[in-house]
């Protein structure tokens, strides 16, 4: 199971806040281009997904209600459940940062890429992310207000305001100027993808800069966060479980299963982060830990699923029934076993990794 090197850089970016936090103008400036980084990132999203996707995938509407359920249901209630591991297994604050990740929408470049190798569902992967992270939006916020609550989440009609101007308008900015810059951000969507994974990383140093500057740190211990693992290995194999079969057991194909089960189970760092920096503020550091370490883990055993599911049997007796229609087509044209052996090989590629690693 491959580590991303991407965590690598974000533990490196946890290391630095650590030696060098951001103090006094410093952590204002820092503070203020993350959420200006974050609000570009957003209207990115907006510019890159299609509306004329967006509004074809209304029309699978049972499949989106299905990854709704799951990621703010069924999530949240496995959350609540994790409250009888305090403090046996998890801490309060660790414990809070668990609940938060079950209260995080879904990813969406994650969720497209690996429905994509594992040959499922993509245009309905893409619509179920998208859906999710604008639901999330609103929800997200609701939710920890209502089960998180305390004097820990500052949540407020300011805090949801101020995450729906960071993310929301952003992202509909994205999509009305999607029809003049669409194809410039298509084109280059590598070099905006730096954009991706800078907007994170200055997000994670703000938040574990501020949590050094707080003094937080000495709340976690290893066997804590060994526990912690322990906890979230469980909750993700849960949630690929009871999406993958509960989606067949409502009748769903196995194309659109596996676009439910990779977009039913995760949980996305880009959304989670900056609303972790506007409800948690000094505490945000300890609250982004479960989502980041969960993120990790979610994209190695995806990662091996989506190979696997790609070697179905049911994929591959329909992969060589289609090589043997191309053959006997090519055989039957001008041209002969020539013509057949040009066709096959262009109209099956091999499969392989998603064009970009991406970071949901």
């Known amino acids: ?203 994670v140093y703000t938040a574990f800069s501020e949590g050094m500057n707080q003094g937080i740190w000495h709340q976690v211990c290893p066997l804590r966060l060994a526990g912690l693992l322990g906890v979230e290995a469980v909750l993700l194999a849960v949630m690929l479980a009871l999406t993958w079969y509960g989606a067949r057991a409502l009748g769903f194909g196995r194309a659109d299963r596996i676009a439910i089960q990779f977009a039913g189970s995760k949980k996305s760092l880009a959304s989670g982060l900056p609303m972790a920096s506007v409800l948690f503020a000094g505490h945000a550091s300890l609250a982004v830990l479960p989502l980041m370490l969960f993120h990790q883990m979610q994209l190695m055993v995806c990662a091996v699923i989506a190979k696997r599911r790609a070697r179905d049997p049911e994929v591959t007796e329909e992969a060589s029934e289609e090589a043997a229609g191309a053959s006997e087509e090519a055989v039957d044209a001008p041209g002969g076993t020539g013509a057949a052996e040009t066709e096959g090989s262009a109209a099956h590629p091999v499969q392989g990794q998603p064009q970009d690693r991406v970071l949901g």
């Not at 470049?109 to 690996?114: D, E, K, V, Y």
Request: hydrophobic share 55%; charged share 10%; aromatic share 8%.
């Open 1 to 203: 199971m491959p580590i991303d090197p991407y965590i690598v850089v974000l533990l490196a970016t946890v290391g630095l806040a650590a030696l060098l936090p951001a103090r006094g103008t410093a952590a204002d400036v820092a503070s203020g281009a993350s959420t200006a980084a974050i609000a570009f990132l957003f209207f990115l999203y907006g510019a890159r997904l299609s509306t004329r996707e967006a509004l074809d995938g209304l029309k699978h509407w049972r499949l989106h209600v299905t990854v709704l359920v799951c990621t703010f249901v069924l999530f949240p209630v496995f959350g609540l459940a994790a409250r009888g591991l305090v403090p046996v297994l998890l801490t309060q604050p660790l414990y809070q940062g668990l609940l938060f990740l079950t209260l995080v929408p879904s990813t969406i470049q994650s969720s497209i890429a690996f429905t994509s190798i594992a040959r499922g569902n993509v245009p309905a992967a893409i619509c179920a992310g998208s859906f999710s992270s604008l639901v999330g939006i609103v929800l997200t916020p609701l939710l920890a207000a209502g089960l998180l609550g305390g004097d820990d989440v500052g949540f407020s009609t300011d805090s949801l305001v101020k995450i729906v101007l960071q993310l929301l308008v952003p992202f509909l900015a994205g999509q009305v100027l999607r029809r003049w810059i669409g194809g410039f951000v298509t084109r280059h969507k590598k070099v905006l993808g730096l954009v991706d994974r800078g907007s994170i990383l200055l997000v």
